[in-house]
């Protein structure tokens, strides 16, 4: 059999969480920037992981949990990531909502994505599925930058899907989404949304990744102050460097996606200009900026010591920046 669900939408953009909030979200009609999907979802957040029988050894993560799940919570229906230990059993079901015309998110490690040809395990990955093809076995997927659908073997998909790569394994984890319409209006969601990703970043929310916070940033800043002794040194620099500045990040760790949001939001809550919101993330996303430039400067020099002390003291700069912006928000925010 093979189904693709007709008039499918993908508009090729920077992240793959929110690429794929707003591939669906335009799928039933809803016109939502990327940037508004982003900031909806409450995708600020910060995850720091020890993984000493791998390399990099300190990997860092700037994106916050369950954006995906965040952003269909709040503009609907309560959802989170299912799981499956089957993945025949999970291939099932996802094809069973193909044939109903109802889109399917799912989490993929890219090292299976055929289009992708990585060397590099990237597990945490979200693309929306739009169909399949039992003869050709294949699976139709839309993906971040990339134009068009584009084709993985049933094989390949199925890895993806299971991929027990650290700091990520997966467990085919996935949701259908199903929009009725209407939804609340922005001037709603907004503020919700705000409030919430404040929340997270000051108390702290704990996923598979470890716990995402300010704090975490802190540790982190501790924590640097030893990296120029861990054996991978250069290549755990090196790998900070990409996730802050590279890797769909739309640079600084998502931070000026976030600005973006704020831009577009204050058209909608005018006390988010009066506090200046937008401005004081930018602020940050240059600070992040900053880190990553020097992390990267690290990585290619041989004389790292002072270097990483810089680097701690800019880290821990940037957790009080933020945390003054997330305190600012919910105190004002309502």
Not at 58 to 85: A, C, Y
Not at 254 to 280: H, K, T, V
Request: proline fraction near 4%; include cysteine; charged fraction near 25%.
């Amino acid at each position: 059999m093979k189904k693709i669900i007709d008039n499918w939408v993908h508009i090729p953009g920077i992240h793959c969480g929110s690429v794929a909030i707003r591939d669906v979200t335009a799928f039933y009609g809803f016109k939502l920037s990327e940037p508004m999907c982003f900031g909806i979802g409450g995708g600020l957040g910060f995850f720091y992981t020890l993984l000493e029988d791998m390399s990099p050894t300190r990997v860092i993560h700037l994106r916050g949990p369950g954006m995906e799940p965040n952003f269909f919570s709040l503009i609907g229906e309560s959802i989170d990531w299912r799981l499956e230990e089957d993945s025949f059993r999970a291939f099932e079901l996802l094809k069973a909502f193909i044939d109903e015309d109802i889109p399917v998110l799912v989490q993929t490690d890219i090292y299976y994505l055929e289009y992708y040809n990585s060397s590099t395990h990237f597990p945490g990955h979200v693309i929306p599925v739009w169909g399949y093809d039992d003869e050709s076995d294949i699976v139709l997927v839309s993906d971040t930058g990339y134009d068009g659908l584009q084709r993985v073997s049933y094989d390949n998909f199925r890895k993806a899907r299971s991929s027990k790569a650290n700091p990520y394994p997966l467990f085919n984890n996935w949701f259908e989404v199903k929009l009725k319409s209407p939804i609340s209006p922005l001037s709603e969601i907004i503020p919700r949304a705000l409030r919430k990703n404040a929340e997270f970043m000051i108390e702290g929310r704990e996923s598979s990744r470890g716990i995402s916070s300010v704090n975490t940033i802190r540790l982190w800043a501790d924590e640097l102050l030893d990296w120029g002794n861990v054996k991978d040194w250069r290549w755990s620099a090196r790998f900070a460097y990409q996730v802050i500045a590279k890797r769909g990040t739309c640079g600084a760790g998502f931070r000026f996606m976030y600005r973006d949001f704020l831009l577009e939001a204050q058209e909608f809550i005018s006390s988010i200009r009066a506090l200046g919101l937008p401005e004081n993330m930018d602020r940050i996303g240059n600070e992040w900026g900053e880190i990553a430039s020097l992390l990267k400067r690290i990585s290619e020099g041989e004389r790292v010591g002072d270097l990483f002390k810089v680097a701690s003291v800019k880290a821990r700069h940037i957790a009080d920046l933020e945390e003054e912006f997330y305190i600012k928000v919910l105190k004002n925010i309502s």
